[in-house]
């Protein structure tokens, strides 16, 4: 089953604006797309929506490939008990995000579009998470992120 999304994530994931598409959208130039009330529903296809070729005007500039890495989201379980007894100031973030080698940290994350968790106790990550969430979607820290050193 593919899955589906809104103009403003769809617009993200091509790396236009949420203007120009709902410009394709008008023209019916995005596939399987529908409207339900004043919502536009945009089907997925291999991550990405599929955009058809128009008869004039310059070719598009949007991507033609999903986005390029997995993410990996774990929360630090030690962090969050070592968190207890310290000032807020003191804390440490417990919420870390892996992708492409870089390694985030940050408190609160918010994962704009779809995502899957995935408990696997046979073949932790490198770090020895067990659980974790993995999305190939844009993912922004709320309140700021920290490098890996913190």
């Not at 008008?26 to 991550?47: D, M």
């Not at 995000?97 to 995502?115: A, D, T």
């Amino acid at each position: 089953m593919n899955k589906c999304v809104g103009t403003t994530e769809a617009a993200s994931l091509l790396g236009i604006s949420s203007r120009r598409l709902r410009q394709l959208l008008e023209k019916g130039r995005v596939r399987g797309a529908y409207k339900t009330g004043k919502f536009w529903i945009i089907p997925l296809f291999n991550y990405l929506p599929q955009i058809t070729k128009g008869s004039r005007g310059p070719k598009g500039k949007w991507r033609t490939s999903r986005p390029p890495a997995l993410a990996k989201i774990n929360v630090n379980r030690n962090h969050i008990g070592s968190n207890i007894k310290k000032s807020p100031k003191d804390r440490k973030p417990v919420i870390s995000v892996k992708r492409s080698g870089n390694n985030l940290y940050g408190n609160e994350v918010e994962i704009l579009g779809p995502c899957k968790i995935v408990y696997n106790p046979d073949h932790p990550l490198d770090c020895g998470a067990r659980l974790w969430i993995e999305t190939f979607s844009d993912i922004h820290f709320i309140g700021g992120s920290f490098p890996a050193s913190r």
